[in-house]
C-alpha cells in the first residue's frame, strides 16, 4: 500500500506570518494537531500543538486571559515553527512511513512531491482508522494468534525504547 491511498489531500495550511492565535484557532475548530506551514505550495515548516503549548505563556503566572490572548496574537508561525520537517512521497510505502514515524515519534509526515509541494499528509490518526478498518474486514481470524501477535508487538515496542529507538 502507498502514502497516496492513505494520505489526506485537503491539508489545511498556514503561512509562515500567521499569528499563534490564528493556528490555535484552526487547531481547535478543525480538531488537528499539525499544521504545515507553505509559501505558495512549497512546503517551508510545521507547526504542532505541542509547539504552540510551548510558546504560549504559563498558565501558571498571572497572566490574564487578554494577555494571553495579545501574547498570541504578537508570536509568528515562523518564530515557533519546524523548518527541518521530515517528510514522504506519495509513492513511499506505508510500512516505511510507519516504521519512520516510530523510529523518530512523529504524530505526522507531510507528503511532497518532486519539487517540495505540500500534496497531502499522514498522521497517526490515518493509520489508526487504517488499522481500525483492517480489524473490522479480518474475519475467521484466529483470536489466540491475534492476542500472540499483539504480545510481540508489545515485546518489540518495549525493547526500542530500551535501546533508544
Known amino acids: 500500500m502507498r502514502i497516496r491511498e492513505l494520505m489526506t489531500r485537503n491539508v489545511v495550511t498556514l503561512n509562515a ?19 504545515p506551514v507553505v ?14 503549548l510551548r510558546a504560549a505563556l504559563s498558565p ?47 504524530g505526522c509526515l507531510p507528503v511532497v512531491d518532486a519539487e517540495g509541494d505540500l500534496i497531502g499528509i499522514v498522521t497517526e490518526a490515518d493509520f489508526l482508522h487504517l488499522m481500525q478498518a483492517l480489524l473490522e474486514r479480518v474475519e475467521n481470524f484466529d483470536l489466540a494468534s491475534l492476542r500472540t501477535l499483539a504480545g510481540e508487538l508489545r515485546a518489540e515496542a518495549l525493547a526500542e525504547q530500551d535501546t533508544g529507538d
Open 39 to 52: 509559501t505558495g505550495n512549497r512546503l517551508v515548516g510545521l507547526v504542532t500543538h505541542r509547539d504552540l
Open 17 to 35: 506570518q500567521a499569528d499563534l492565535e490564528l493556528a490555535e484557532g484552526l487547531m481547535q475548530v478543525m480538531r488537528i494537531r499539525h499544521l
Open 60 to 106: 501558571l503566572g498571572s497572566h490574564t486571559p487578554a494577555e494571553q490572548a495579545a501574547h498570541k496574537a504578537t508570536v509568528t508561525v515562523s518564530q515557533v515553527m519546524r523548518d527541518d520537517v521530515a517528510t514522504v512521497g506519495p509513492d513511499t510505502d506505508v510500512r516505511d512511513a510507519i516504521a519512520q514515524m516510530r523510529r523518530h515519534k512523529y
